[in-house]
Each structure stands twice: as structure tokens, then as C-alpha cells.
């Protein structure tokens, strides 16, 4: 079965450190990768995207991922965190010619220290 | 503004009201989704409606009850609900051959006492 897994449920990091958010994927090809953002009380906000081609993705907000195949990971990043950076992300895979299958992972919290 | 407009943006019922989210989406997607976001849970697809028609329904309780008129609009329709049904409830809309990923909306807060 496929599976997204977000090893770290919460991290905490000072504002101006770099940040690596894990996410993992279970499945027999390459899926589509997605990194979402959800502040708190508000919707997901797309990062970033993977589809093919170049392995390093830029994403809004200064976010960048990583596609790894031999890990069957897609890490996000960040050189230095901001404090408004405070939030809930969410890797997610969609699966190619599936039409809308679509798998969330359970989310990474993350919390910012002045 | 996201493209996907979700109103009410909270909403506290008794349980045995009767009420409706309502999703709105104006980027020409052709598949619609309600999803519930609970505390410390992971996100729970609750329906999806392609070209108009559901296409999958998660073992949602029949209180929830969803309706998608057209392309652009979604509704979940509740009644009877219970205190655990208190969640924040996601709309989301994608274009179903592209996979290129979904737009959501800010969400319903949704309070049941």
C-alpha cells in the first residue's frame, strides 16, 4: 500500500538556524511530491512541487526540496528559518495516472524560537 | 485569495441543527474533495466528487451528507452531529487528469455542543 511518513511529529529550531523537515514515500514508481504549509486556523498553502526533471525544487517562501530516489525521500529545507515560518507541514504524493489519488502525510509541527 | 472559498469560516451548531458548508472554486479544476482535520489526527478524506459525480465516499457517517451542484460549487450538509464530528473541515478542488496537486481552501472551524 502507498505511504507518506513524516518521521517528526514537532520540531523546534531558533529563528536563523537552517531547517530539514523529513518525508518519506512508499511506492513502486515515482509519484508526483508535494510540500504544503498550513498556518494555524487556515488551509494548506502548496511549497513546492515535484514532478520530474531536476531533483532540487524551489518553492515559495525561500523552501527548497530535495528528491532523493534511492531514499524514496523528498526532504524540504531551509537555510534560515523566520519566525513567521511557524506552522504545520504536510509532504503529500500523488500518484501518476491515477486521476486524484492523493496521500497526505501526518504533518510536521514546527515551532520557532525568537 | 486562494481560488477556493470555503464560507462560513466557523460555525458552532447544537446537535440537532441542521447546517451546510459551502465551498466555492473559481480556477476551472473538475474534481472537488471535503476533507475533516482533527486535533493530533491525520487528514481524513471524507468525499470526492469528479465531474460532478462522487467518486468515493470514506465510510462518512450519513449525518454528513454532500451535494456538488456543479463544477465550481461543494456543500456538506450536516445534521445530528456529535461533539467528536467538532473539527476543522478543508475543501480542496484539483484538476483530475493532471495530478498536479490540490488548492485548498481556509477551512470551516467547526464546533458541535
Known amino acids: 500500500a502507498q505511504s507518506v511518513t513524516q518521521p517528526d511529529i514537532h520540531i523546534t529550531v531558533s529563528e536563523g538556524a537552517s531547517l530539514e523537515l523529513r518525508c518519506n514515500y512508499s511506492y513502486g514508481a515515482t509519484p508526483y511530491l508535494f510540500w504544503y504549509v498550513q498556518s494555524p486556523g487556515q488551509g494548506l498553502q502548496l511549497l513546492l512541487k515535484y514532478f520530474s526533471g531536476d531533483t532540487l525544487v524551489q518553492g515559495i517562501k525561500g523552501f527548497e526540496a530535495e528528491f532523493k530516489r534511492s531514499q524514496s525521500s523528498f526532504n524540504l529545507r531551509k537555510p534560515s528559518v523566520h519566525w513567521s515560518d511557524a506552522a504545520e507541514y504536510f509532504c503529500?504524493?500523488?500518484?501518476?495516472?491515477?486521476?486524484?489519488?492523493?496521500?497526505f502525510g501526518t504533518g510536521t509541527s514546527l515551532t520557532v524560537i525568537p | 485569495e486562494t481560488g477556493v472559498t470555503q464560507t462560513p469560516r466557523h460555525l458552532v451548531m447544537g446537535m440537532t441543527n441542521k447546517k451546510s458548508l459551502k465551498c466555492e472554486q473559481h480556477l476551472g479544476h473538475n474534481a472537488m474533495y471535503w476533507y475533516k482535520q482533527s486535533a493530533k489526527k491525520p487528514l481524513e478524506l471524507m468525499f470526492v466528487y469528479s465531474l460532478e459525480e462522487r467518486v468515493e465516499n470514506n465510510s462518512v457517517p450519513s449525518r454528513f451528507s454532500p451535494e456538488c451542484p456543479n463544477s465550481s460549487h461543494l456543500f456538506l450538509h450536516l445534521h445530528t452531529l456529535q461533539p467528536e464530528d467538532s473539527a476543522l473541515y478543508l475543501c480542496?478542488?484539483?484538476?483530475?487528469?493532471?495530478?498536479?496537486?490540490?488548492?485548498f481552501g481556509s477551512g470551516t472551524r467547526l464546533t458541535v455542543v
Open positions: 480542496a478542488s484539483s484538476q483530475e487528469t493532471s495530478n498536479y496537486g490540490y488548492t
Open positions: 503529500a504524493v500523488g500518484l501518476p495516472n491515477t486521476g486524484n489519488q492523493f496521500y
